[in-house]
């Protein structure tokens, strides 16, 4: 499941898909333990789908337009950043012990 086709979903569709897929992951869990599964890693995918779809509810609840993009994203100033020397033991800074 693509993100973008998440982002066309609804709040309610994203909800009823988050409720079929964990009950999916309950079923492939219960199974696990008594048998050996024929594709064992569906149940990550089961998990990642729903990791990704809680993501975009949670986007859509806090009104976050889409997630990457620059207009959804804070602006951070950039701090100045200075360079300190450092002094040795005989005071002659580092720089000028190499030349």
Partial sequence: ??????????????RTRVRELEEE?????????????????????IRK??????TVLREKIIGIVEAGTSASLPKV??????????RTRTGATRSSKRA
Wanted: hydrophobic share 35%; aromatic share 4%; proline share 2%.
């Fill in 25 to 45: 992951r309950f079923r492939l869990k219960f199974r696990q333990g008594t048998e050996t599964l024929e594709d064992p890693l569906k149940l990550r995918g």
């Fill in 77 to 86: 100033r950039s701090a100045k950043k200075t360079r300190v020397s450092r």
């Fill in 1 to 14: 499941m693509l993100s973008k086709d998440i982002r066309e979903m609804t709040e309610a569709d994203i």
């Fill in 49 to 54: 789908d729903v990791a990704r779809l809680n």
